[in-house]
């Protein structure tokens, strides 16, 4: 399987003045491939959406390269970038970020309705994900007329619509009761597991942690371990609980 992100000796350091200098990130370098379901996991402050950050390009790392389906990051000018963000990336927010006065519909293909697609095309792709999302039913609701669980699965859809490279979320159940969370986690994990969607999260919760298929643990800017599945979720979960708390948090 081909590789869909390259991130190779990564650093970010903030401040310009000496005095207020601060590494978030030291030497970081890892890859995703086509079909994983990473998570970046670490303590608050460790620098994981630092790290997000510079991956969505809505950031610049201070040294070291990207690459994202074959693409290096730093070839490109702002025009471009904004280009490749909103065509290849696509982001789960921990708000939903729905436009209230537009459709359920309308939301989810904004993506392509920007970019110009027809609107036969649109329609077959929204109908189609948005049954494998069981939100066929609400596409002519508006966002305050569907439930929490419906509401975050109409910003999946939007995020997914365009077909990205990658989808990116930090912290993406923080804000979500458990119940809530627990439905986001199993829809990303499906559609990564049937649809080969290549998933990079950010997440300090080992419950969320388990549902990926790859893991890496950032303290102070580093990557310190990483942890493949090979097991069930459950057996999963107890690994991290177990490496957490042997990293001492
Ligand atoms: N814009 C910024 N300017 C200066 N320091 C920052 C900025 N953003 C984050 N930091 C610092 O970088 C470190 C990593 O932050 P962050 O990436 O947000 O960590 P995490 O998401 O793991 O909690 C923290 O010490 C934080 O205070
Ligand atoms: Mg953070």
Redesign the pocket.
């Known amino acids: 399987m081909k590789t869909i992100l390259t991130a190779s000796r990564l650093k970010k350091v903030?401040?310009s003045k000496k005095s207020?200098h601060?590494t978030?990130l030291q030497d970081i370098s890892f890859s995703i491939r086509e079909g994983e379901f990473v998570g970046i996991m670490?303590?608050?402050?460790?620098?994981?959406?630092?790290?997000?950050?510079i991956l969505s390009t809505l950031d610049q790392a201070t040294s070291g390269t990207i690459s994202i389906d074959g693409i290096v990051l730093s070839a490109m000018n702002e025009d471009q970038l904004s280009e490749f963000r909103s065509k290849r990336l696509g982001f789960i927010f921990q708000d939903f970020n729905l436009l209230e006065n537009m459709t359920v519909f309308e939301n989810i293909s904004l993506p392509l309705s920007l970019h110009g697609h027809p609107p036969g095309v649109i329609k077959e792709r929204v109908t189609k994900l948005a049954a494998t999302l069981s939100i066929e039913g609400v596409l002519d609701k508006f966002p305050s007329e569907i439930s929490g669980g419906q509401k975050q699965r109409t910003a999946i859809a939007r995020a997914l619509i365009h077909r990205p490279a990658l989808v990116l979320g930090?912290e993406p159940t923080g804000a979500l009761d458990s119940k809530n969370a627990t439905t986001l986690l199993e829809t990303l994990s499906t559609l990564n597991e049937e649809e080969q969607v290549s998933i990079a999260m950010?997440t300090?919760d080992a419950k969320s942690a388990s549902y990926c298929s790859r893991l890496f643990f950032?303290q102070d800017?580093n990557i310190i371990r990483e942890l493949k599945r090979t097991q069930t979720r459950e057996r999963f979960y107890d690994e991290i609980v177990d490496v957490v708390s042997e990293l001492g948090r």
């Open positions: 903030y401040g207020n601060y978030a670490g303590p608050s402050g460790s620098g994981k959406t630092t790290l997000l950050n930090d950010v300090h950032i800017g």
